[in-house]
């Protein structure tokens, strides 16, 4: 028979209770906590919850309490260089005439992000990964940890923010680590959580374009990285987190048992349900995914892929494919992702919205 007990009084607006058997063979199922990972206002984003216990229907197995556990935000979000990145008649701005710092800091604070992942950022604004932080600390949300990776175009960047400790900072791509040509850097970190949890990141912005040259692009590059990934770490058991801007704009980059999109590719003429996807383990989604690897218990999982698509993450984008992704390795999804976390934020038209993109989160818990 299985007891839940429910306590009162604990400081949180809504708590859910996983209880885990203590038979180490069954799967851990883990339950999100809704309001209990709201907004805080301030302090320590890390949400405390109770960790639970799953149940096989009918099982006689005893059960006790898991340990208490703290939810972790992880936030990517494509800036558009803090300024929306046109002017009056798309012409761009000059730096500085309107940038949208205290805007995207707000949100960051509003929905507690621990580890935040940029794209179109730039070293080429003097000061702009100091005003960011600067920023952040002006809505009392530091993030103490960061720095803006190399230009990899004429203007791109990739910035990280932390609330906790960065370590083994690299870029691959541009460095020869990967053996491609990428116009754009990958930028690799590690993040060190309270209990000592070790996580990787790969924070990206893949090639753009939805012309049959950029899909290849992105298909090299997403190869690249995964060979990167499986070379370097243990894909099964090490915590790994890749997310960004993947530009995964046309049908070809989804695999072919995704059902339709609004993808209409110029000059194909425009039917929903007849627009081809891509093979289902050579696109560029399913290789972020690992799925051209043969043992599924390898393959990564794409948030975005589960829980967004076919919306779009881009306000005025006419096409249903999203373009920014977090994607999971099989350990931190399989036991440390909070169900149903993954979301996208500041949702609204172009006129609404401080960036040309939405920003994506998720949380995990440890």
Known sequence: MCIIMIFF?????????????????????????SSAFSASGGGDSASSVLGGMSSASGSSRSYSPAPAKSAYTIFTYNVEKFDR??????????????????????????????VLGLAEVTDANPG????????????????????FSSRSDSYNCIGYYSRYPVSDVSEIGRSGAITWSATRTIYRYKVTFPGGHEVWFYSCH????????????????????GRYIRANHNVKTDYIVVM????TMNALDWPSDMPPSNDDTPASGFDATKIPKGNPTGCAVS????????DSAAWFTSL?????????????WDKSCPLDHIVLSPALYNDHYVVDSMKMVNTGSLEQSPSDHYGVLCQLWF
């Open 9 to 33: 009084g604990l400081g949180l607006s809504a708590c859910s209770i996983n209880l885990a058997p203590s038979d180490s063979s069954a799967n851990p199922v883990q339950s999100s906590v």
């Open 85 to 114: 990145g046109v002017g009056s008649g798309n012409a761009p701005r000059p730096y500085g005439t309107v940038t949208y710092f205290s805007e995207i800091a707000t949100i960051i604070k509003t929905n507690d992000a621990d």
């Open 287 to 294: 290789l972020l995914e690992h799925k051209n690897q043969p």
């Open 206 to 225: 893949l090639k753009s374009g939805q012309d049959s040259g950029s899909v290849q692009r992105r298909v090299a590059e997403a190869t690249g990285l």
């Open 128 to 147: 702009e990964a100091d005003n960011f932080a600067a920023a952040l600390g002006a809505v009392s949300w530091p993030m103490p940890f960061y720095h």
């Open 244 to 247: 960004g801007d993947m530009n």
């Open 304 to 316: 975005t892929r589960e829980y967004i698509y076919p919306a779009t993450t881009m306000p005025g």
